[in-house]
């Protein structure tokens, strides 16, 4: 490819606090949702400089383990941070418009 001529193809994915996707997220925040909750069991109101709300991923235990090809015990050991990253990866490549399984074994 010749200088000036470089392309980018994007997707995008995520997930948020009350929401499982970007189009959730968004009709939150156009209807001024509250995405945050209280929660006392990580840090109690005793201590006062601690926030006690926190902004919850839902469905955080749910991962589908076999379509990743990854064994359900080691899934059960992997942080939660990591299932979800393999899931918006995922998610990202099919928005940016390609097939995930086209590209296996490609240097994208």
């Not at 945050?36 to 919850?56: I, Q, S």
């Not at 383990?65 to 939660?80: G, L, V, W």
Request: with cysteine.
């Amino acid at each position: 490819m010749a200088d000036g001529e470089d392309i980018v193809i994007s997707g995008v994915s995520g997930r948020f606090p009350e929401c499982h996707n970007i189009d959730e997220f968004k009709e939150a925040l156009l209807s001024n949702k509250v995405l945050l909750t209280e929660d006392e069991r990580r840090f109690p109101r005793a201590y006062k400089d601690v926030p006690y709300t926190t902004g919850k991923v839902p469905d955080i235990e749910k991962f589908d383990a076999t379509f990743f090809e990854i064994h359900s015990t080691q899934a059960n050991f992997m942080d939660p941070r990591q299932r979800i990253l393999m899931e918006v990866v995922y998610e990202a490549i099919i928005d940016a418009g390609y097939n995930p399984k086209e590209l296996r074994g490609s240097n994208t």
